[in-house]
């Protein structure tokens, strides 16, 4: 950790030697991972780096170049290059300028413990799930993650923010010779991670999954946990919660804001302040970040924007502002799903036939981004339920179907949500939920 | 340079280490630009510079990894005290000690070729050029996205080792592309040059850029994409396949290169892009497709971006048969895992940047051209009935790369050997070796072309690697085409 004071005067002596209008942003820190495959670990790794992003302004156009070195000269260089940038470009009527000083809403992201929690303790705590794994004959596969970075931006306007983060991810994959499953867990406190039950999950989901049979494809009842919920969740902040998706009219959302397009009990939003959502309080241009409704009782009800997006579309700004000079446009980075009122065990009990998921693999959601069409694989486990039980463990499937149509077919949501981070950056606080008519296309055999 | 004396320093100290079997070094420096014009504006450009370094250390048979953009000789050697101590770490779950193949130690170098550096070109020239492709693609109000992109890269590689090597290599890559979504009511399809996702890629300077065609190519794709708005729906059933090139190249990609990585195969991606059904028992006997199939690793061919002088842990390129005739015969491998299969390295270890680690990584995967077979235009005129697939749109395939099912962009129905009509959001899905030994005709040397993909995902952390697909267009018959829904 470099540390607010350090970094901020870092970039305030670069703010000092502009020649114009800059913002400078900071982005990086130190990530370990240990990865492992038959109950040993096979690679281990760790990386310390950074970003330095320097946006230059020349009246309406703006420049963007990046470096991974901190030294005076290196930052210099690159404002350089950005001002040539910025001066090639043509005028940028969307430009709204550089953010002046904010207010921020405090969020919780740091743990001192995550941040020490080194190679040899991920070792030792793997070395015990392994011990447990190995008693019922199972190996484990799967990674163990911990970082701890800082982000900070401060412009010639006046501008200052910081942030730190830290993050403990762990996978636990549990094989027997014919069964596989999966149990995950996030906090931003390695402390708050229960390793003993999450292997006990993973174990015990693996003694079912045995004595696989392939189900014929076609429409069933299905039991989604939240995993799944995850996969898609991310799909759906990038062709329809997104800017660039709404504004281009290839999200659901587009034009039809105020209109139904799921059930009642579906409410979707972006907040920084859920628990473990690990939400930054202001987006990556300053921005303070809001808690924005999305889909409220099945209806659209909004999208993010950045400061450039919001002044196309007429809108406010909702501090979802990505890396300076990409041209994803304001992602929704921390989606929620509310709760419901009912648990996973009472979904498996009430279901009369249906099919129990516990993983997507290999989401695609470029089918019909109108209709929020989506292909994919289950994954880690897939069950038949019969008469309120799991019955039989199934080959894996294929589904392709409309979200907006299986949303608009949710019996039941639990009360528990679980927390998942995709690639250390997106992350999604989801429910299980039981859909009626869901539909299969295709089974894995070979 | 300064920093290589410091890398030799510290493989020195850690050579001399108790336990440490072997340790290798990386210096990598990267500069790469970033532009994006969208409609009337740039709507992402950026320049940007990395330099750093990676050590990788074996300690008695369990490795660590440590990478630091840190440029001091004290950083050096505590990024090397780092990557020892996470290696002893490892150790403390060791069942099997890793052993690396007898590939002796390399010394050389290799420049990619290049005409003209990217980043000698002006700005003004590479933004007039995707400009210019946009305002042809925007002629239709019904284009409601028109996008050009392009993206460059010049890397400097260094590679070290405890056993000798001593390598560097100078890479310079290209890619561009154009996009126009059109959007009627509810209706959205989109037409991509030369195909989607970016582009084409090639590890050639702007010249490369240049040969695209972008400006040339922009009204037929425009007119693609409005005609798609009111194309018949691709019909539902089993038909004859013929996919283009560029999907025939993704194709390749998911069904081939990904499950001939042997580290898939060894189970080490199992908790995240998945395993292989192509297992050890299958080499040498399974039947991958039919007997015209055959499929090759080779990062020797000149200008693709899945080509190197020298692997991430300085196996040289090589040129090797993963089928052959339709047979499984190979795999993508590493010094770790090709003494699995009594082989020596074919040289498949890449690592995305100097902070990720080498994993085994695609190089060019191509699918050979059939010797004389046909043009694209022979292959139309000898099919009854059948279904023309171009440029990907959605991808998906289980974790052994079995069920998978491709969207397209773009799709004609053949008729007694002609195209008759156009077809909207076409889809196809199958099993990996059924589809594959469904193949009965592949286009010749005339239509073989490489594909370059500068953003194929493995690993955790996640790393994007550069590849290659060369291919002719081919035909499958009977395959499911439609989702079901």
Sequence with gaps: MIGREEILKVLKRALGRAEGPTEILFMGGRSELTRYTKSQIHQNVAQEDFTVYVKVVEGTRVGVARTNQLAEEAIAAAERKAREIARRQPENPHFPGLLGPQEYTPTETYCETTARFGPDRRAEVLKKIFAKAAEKGFEVAGSFSVSEWEVALANTEGLEAYQPVTGAEIGLVVMSEEGIARADAFSHDVEHIDFDSLAAKAIARCELDRGKIELPPGEYTVILEPACLAEVMMWLSFTAFGSESYLSGQSFLSGALGERSMGENITIYDSAWEPEAQGLPFDLEGTPKRKVVLIERGVNKGVVFDRAGAKKAGAEPTGHAGPPGSPWGAIPWNLCMAPGDSSLEEMIASCKRGILVSNFHYVNGYLDTKRALMTGMTRYGTFLVENGEITQALANLRWTESMLKAFSNVVAISREREVFARGGAFFSIVPAMMIEGFTFTGVQRG | ?485
């Excluded at chain 2, 409609?39 to 510079?49: I, M, T, Y």
């Excluded at chain 2, 028109?146 to 460059?152: F, H, I, N």
């Excluded at chain 2, 279904?387 to 395939?397: G, P, V, Y």
């Design chain 2, 1 to 485: 340079m300064e920093v290589k004396a410091w890398l030799l320093e510290a493989l020195d100290d850690l050579k001399r280490t108790e336990g440490v079997v072997y340790a290798d070094a990386r210096y990598l420096e990267r500069e790469t630009e970033s532009i994006t014009v969208r409609n009337e504006e740039v709507a992402g450009l950026s320049h940007e510079e990395t330099k750093g370094y990676g050590i990788r250390v074996l300690y008695r048979g369990s490795w660590g990894f440590a990478a630091s953009g840190v440029l001091k000789p004290e950083a050096v050697r505590e990024t090397a005290r780092r990557a020892l101590a996470i290696a002893k770490a490892s150790y403390l779950t060791q069942k099997k000690p890793v052993k690396l193949d007898d590939t002796p130690p390399q010394r050389g170098t290799y420049k990619s070729p290049w005409e003209e550096d990217p980043f000698d070109v002006s700005l003004d020239e590479k933004l007039e050029l995707l400009f210019s492709a946009v305002r042809i693609l925007r002629k239709d109000k019904r284009i409601v996205k028109a996008e050009g992109a392009m993206q460059l890269f010049h890397t400097r590689k260094l590679f070290l080792s405890t056993e000798g090597a001593e390598i560097e290599q100078e890479i310079v890559e290209s890619g561009a592309g154009i996009e126009a979504t059109a959007v009627e009511g509810r209706e959205v399809q989109r037409r991509s040059f030369p195909t989607s996702f970016g582009g084409n890629y090639a590890a050639r300077g702007y010249e490369f850029i240049r040969s695209l065609g972008l400006v040339k190519n922009a009204d037929r794709i425009r007119e693609e994409a409005i005609a798609l708005l009111s194309a018949a729906p691709c019909p539902v059933g089993e038909f004859d396949l013929i996919l283009a090139g560029d999907q025939l190249a993704l194709q390749v990609h998911e069904s081939c290169g990904h499950p001939t990585e042997l580290d898939r195969v060894l189970g080490t991606e199992i908790s995240y892009a998945g395993g292989s059904f192509l297992t050890l028992d299958k080499l040498g006997k399974y039947r991958y497709g039919s007997e015209i199939v055959n499929l090759v690793a080779d990062a020797t061919i000149p200008g693709s971006i899945g080509s190197f002088g020298y692997d991430d842990e300085g196996v040289p390129a090589q040129k090797t048969y993963l089928v052959r005739e339709g047979i499984l015969v190979g795999y993508l491998t590493s010094r770790e895992t090709a003494p699995v299969i009594g082989r020596r390295s074919n040289g498949c270890m890449r690592a995305e940047s100097w902070h990720h680690i080498p994993l085994i990584r695609m190089v060019n995967i191509n699918l050979e051209p059939a010797p004389d077979g046909p043009t694209l235009e022979e292959l139309i005129a000898d099919t009854k009935h059948g279904i023309l697939m171009q440029t990907n749109k959605s991808w998906s395939i289980d974790d052994l790369r079995l069920n998978f099912q491709f969207g397209c962009e773009i799709a004609w129905e053949i008729m007694d050997g002609k195209k008759v009509r156009l077809l909207k959001n076409p889809v196809y899905t199958g099993i990996t070796p059924e589809f594959w030994r469904s193949c009965d005709a592949i286009c010749g040397k005339s239509e073989w072309k490489i594909w370059g993909l500068p953003n194929c995902g493995k690993g955790e952390p996640s790393q994007a690697m550069h590849v290659a697909h060369g291919t002719a267009p081919a035909r499958f018959r009977k395959v499911r085409i439609g989702s079901g829904k």
